[in-house]
């Protein structure tokens, strides 16, 4: 069975950086559309980002600039890096999987289009 999980949250001061990893099981990184998600209670989930089949990346405007996704088909891990962390987001970050998103693996795909998902890592950021 296709399983992810991630690891790396935490908490940190505004301005830091954290790296999240999401280690896939069952599957290949290099078959689908992977993609980071985070939520925060009260609001609807958010894409984060994307990295496609052949490592082509996208990223929500709001991320731009300070995330960076990749991936290792080797180790079978997909990482978010995280520079420049402000309060606002703070969240749940889970990794997903879609072998159906194909060309539109892109930020603002929905989460309906993703089946295989982790259960979350939380990041706090604090002012």
């Known amino acids: 069975q296709v399983q992810l999980a991630e690891s790396g949250g935490g908490s940190v001061q505004a301005g830091g950086s954290l790296r999240l990893s999401c280690v896939v099981s069952?599957?290949?990184?290099?078959?689908?559309?992977l993609a980071w998600f985070r939520q925060t209670p009260g609001k609807e989930r958010e894409g984060v980002g994307t990295?496609?089949?052949?490592?082509?990346?996208t990223y929500a405007d709001s991320v731009k600039g300070r995330f960076t996704i990749s991936k290792d088909n080797v180790k079978k891990t997909l990482y978010l890096e995280m520079n420049s962390l402000t309060p606002e987001d703070t969240a749940m970050y889970s990794c997903?999987?879609?072998?159906?998103?194909?060309?539109?693996?892109?930020?603002?795909?929905?989460?309906?289009?993703?089946?295989?998902w982790g259960e979350g890592t939380q990041v706090t950021v604090s002012s």
């Open positions: 997903a999987g879609s072998l159906w998103a194909g060309a539109n693996c892109r930020a603002d795909a929905p989460g309906a289009w993703f089946k295989y």
């Open positions: 069952g599957a290949s990184t290099a078959g689908y559309c």
């Open positions: 990295i496609g089949k052949f490592g082509e990346t």
